[in-house]
Structures are given as structure tokens and as C-alpha cells.
Nanobody
Framework: QVQLVESGGGLVQPGGSLKLSCKFS????????MSWYRQGPGGERELVAS????????TYADFVKGRFTISRKNYKDTLYLQMNNLLPEETAVYYC?????????WGQGTQVTVSS
């Protein structure tokens, strides 16, 4: 059974930075493509960034390109999201997901609040 636990969220001022982590528990982390999603207050869940299993290919939503970096350390079973120059409208719950063939898992989310 796969479990995902996000951490690293919190309160940050506009223009600040945070680094989120997602710890994967279970077999074969290195086989899973991983992604970060977010859902703001009253908004829909949206894809932020993805990284393929080996970590060599990443994709980003246009609204985070140049500011966010997704990465993974397969030997630590951990996914990361470095977020720089955060905007107030990026206040949201951030979720990590794991996907392999038809298997799809979600974490419980971590709250990020961008406010002065």
C-alpha cells in the first residue's frame, strides 16, 4: 500500500520562498511519475508540476514556470517542490500524487498561505 505525506507548508510573505516535501511509503517509488497539484479557496484543483520516474523530464504549468522547481531523490523516496517569488493568489492546499500505469495515489495535502 502506497502512502504519501506532504510537509513544508506554512505562512510566507509575498515574494518569499517555501520548499515542500512529499515522503513516499511503499514499494517502487522509482517507478512512479510524481506530480504536485494545488487547490485554492473555492477553486478547482490544478496541476502545478510533474516529473517522470527517472527524474530527467519535468513539466510545469505556465503560471509557475521560472519560479517553481520540481525534483525527486529516488534513494530517499521523496519528492520536492521549491517555490520562489510566491504570490498571494497561490495560497492553496498543495498535494503530491503518484502515478504508475493505472495506480494513482494522493497525499492529504499541506497548506501554503501567502500573505503579509
Amino acid at each position: 500500500q502506497v502512502q504519501l505525506v506532504e510537509s513544508g507548508g506554512g505562512l510566507v510573505q509575498p515574494g518569499g520562498s517555501l520548499k515542500l516535501s512529499c515522503k513516499f511509503s511503499g514499494p517502487a517509488f522509482g517507478a512512479y511519475a510524481m506530480s504536485w497539484y494545488r487547490q485554492g479557496p473555492g477553486g478547482e484543483r490544478e496541476l502545478v508540476a510533474s516529473i517522470e520516474a527517472a527524474g530527467s523530464t519535468t513539466t510545469y504549468a505556465d503560471f509557475v514556470k521560472g519560479r517553481f522547481t520540481i525534483s525527486r531523490k529516488n534513494y530517499k523516496d521523496t519528492l520536492y517542490l521549491q517555490m520562489n517569488n510566491l504570490l498571494p493568489e497561490e495560497t492553496a492546499v498543495y498535494y503530491c500524487t503518484a502515478n504508475w500505469i493505472s495506480r494513482d495515489y494522493w497525499g492529504q495535502g499541506t497548506q501554503v498561505t501567502v500573505s503579509s
